[in-house]
């Protein structure tokens, strides 16, 4: 592979071809993992093995994503995917329902459905990253996941971070309409105070995200239809995603690196009142402050953004599990994403003449941590409930149970210090603050 090339189809062909061989069973040189080789676990979630990365194979400990296969024989469910280099892996189930079941193990076999892969490698100073588009990563595989009963039809694992990614239907949302009205609400939103934006220098600076906790974009949900659209359809992606993770038990159990950082934080809990918090980015080409957002996280136990008019850009992330693996999504309109809090990121600065850079972002929260009986701390910020507490007991006399982050995701980025360009520093500077 060519470093100095921005993006190497070569290497991209050798990836592929690579990956092919080793097959989706194993890592290079080693043979595939077989139901005997995996201590029995109650599951209910399709995992993948994560193949080898192109720059080392992964540990045998490493190796268990949502992704290793677990199905029943009779079920009929979905085979899971698994993208080059240990990216996604499917994560399928029959029913909304939570319930403990024993599975017995498959491997993915060749005849599996198409795999999410991405569509380009890029380098910088640091190395290769994984780029992935809809139509050449996503769209074949998608095809194959029809089952909208499925919680788990659009969560893969992406190098140990469990992420929903999903393209909302013109039935389901029309985004032009979501673009007329977050444009028309534009100014009311820039009139209200900047309180405690942290980077008065950054490119986001004095723009509708400084303001993300003055406002909450669904507050017109009962009164605006297109508002009352996208309340509907995060609260459906929220909920199948919760669902989905908390049947995916690597998440859960310490002994692997994926483990070891989720275990700590997350829990299986019963549905309950979820809040969110829900702001717009709008982002023009000739302004220096309002083209991009730089590298950082949010301390909320889950976040998502929605792609409203944003084709031509693209948001780069960093593995909370893994530091040195990242990867760039490039954005189509309504493409919509879940990941857990505390997952680094940013997006890259909009150049096109036309039209602004418009994305919806949230974080989700349960009560115990917005604590609507506290004013105090309720009202640092503006939530909305997502999920009411009447849903919440019905799916509970369901059996469902959600994944949970209960208290604030470990910053794991100290280690590899990231620069304004996104890339980590071989030595750390000591004492440098951590990413904001």
Known sequence: CNPSAPSNKQGLARLRARRDSIGSSGTAGQAPITGEDIEPRQNRCHHSVMTSTPRKAARRDDRLSCGQQWSRASSGMIPGRVAAGGVAAGCAVASAAVVALSFSRRALSHSAPPRIVPAALEWDAEGAFEVYEHSESFAAAWAERTNWS?????????????????????????????????????????????????????????TTSARFDQYNVLTDADSVPVVGALKRLIKRA????????????????????????????????????????????????????????????????????????????????????????????????????????????????????????????????????????????????????????????????AGERWAMIVQRPPIPYLNCMVNGDGVCAATPTSGSPEPT
């Open 150 to 206: 499925d919680p788990c039809w659009r969560t893969d694992d992406w190098h140990g971070v469990p992420f929903s990614v999903e393209s909302a239907g013109k039935e389901e949302l029309d985004v032009d309409a979501l673009t007329d009205y977050l444009l028309s609400k534009e100014s009311e939103w820039m009139a209200l105070p900047i309180r405690g934006w942290k980077d008065e220098d950054g490119p986001a600076y004095n």
């Open 238 to 397: 929220a909920r199948n995603y919760l669902v989905c993770v908390a049947t995916c038990a690597n998440y859960f159990a310490q002994g692997s690196p994926i483990g070891d950082y989720f275990a700590p934080i997350l829990r299986a809990i019963e549905p309950q009142t979820l809040y969110i918090m829900c702001w717009v980015n709008v982002f023009r080409h000739d302004r220096q402050h309002a083209n991009s957002l730089h590298w950082h996280i949010h301390h909320w136990p889950f976040q998502g953004y929605l792609s409203v008019t944003s084709e031509g850009s693209g948001t780069v992330f960093r593995s909370n599990v893994h530091t040195d693996r990242r990867w760039r999504f490039e954005h189509r309109r309504g493409m919509l994403f879940l990941l857990p809090g505390g997952t680094l990121h940013a997006s890259t600065p909009w150049t096109r003449r036309d039209t602004p850079r418009i994305t919806v972002a949230f974080n989700l929260a349960p009560a115990q941590l917005v604590r609507p009986d506290d004013p105090a701390r309720f009202h640092k910020w503006v939530w909305e409930e997502l999920i009411t507490a009447d849903e919440a007991t019905r799916w509970r006399a």
